[in-house]
């Protein structure tokens, strides 16, 4: 099986293979990860380090079920700015991610400039994230929603 991250050139097969495995699961220990990527503890360990001082691993966490918590309701929001000059990217950008309900946020080459992930408990919640928070953010000059049904694929997943 090939790995998604292949065609990275400033690290080798080990270091790919190291990426993939904590990628799909990154609570194991390094001695797990070493006999899965095939090398000893040793080599493994300082490959790690490197890979994490590098940022090419920024950092571990858990992936928790958002339906157990409540936080089901996933719609993606288009915002169109007013202002596009990069002071007023900037300042958008800054203030999208203080806004806990937005997953992610990508700026998009489109007729709207950012597509927003946005997860809350219900419609409800979502339109009080969108009245409140998302229409008060800089240079907000319109958006538009779109539900999603069902999520078939997802970073967790």
């Not at 699961?25 to 095939?38: D, F, K, P």
């Not at 090419?56 to 966490?61: K, L, P, Q, S, V």
């Not at 300042?91 to 080459?109: D, K, L, S, T, Y």
């Not at 979502?126 to 538009?144: D, N």
């Amino acid at each position: 099986m090939t790995s998604k991250f292949a065609n990275y050139g400033h690290i080798d097969q080990f270091d790919i293979r190291i990426i993939d495995q904590l990628s799909r699961e990154g609570r194991m220990t390094v001695t797990e990860l070493a006999a899965r990527v095939g090398l000893s503890k040793t080599p493994c360990q300082v490959r790690l380090k490197r890979l994490i001082d590098e940022k090419y691993i920024t950092g571990f966490r858990a992936i928790v079920d958002p339906v157990k918590l409540g936080m089901d309701h996933i719609a993606f929001t288009e915002v169109k700015l007013s202002d596009t000059r990069e002071a007023a990217l900037q300042e958008f950008n800054a203030a999208v991610r203080r806004i806990r309900e937005v997953e992610e946020c990508h700026m998009m080459a489109s007729s709207f400039d950012y597509l927003l992930k946005v997860r809350t408990a219900d419609i409800r919640k979502y339109r009080a994230v969108l009245g409140e928070k998302i229409s008060s953010l800089p240079h907000v000059a319109s958006t538009s929603t779109f539900v999603a049904m069902e999520a078939v694929k997802e970073m967790a997943g």
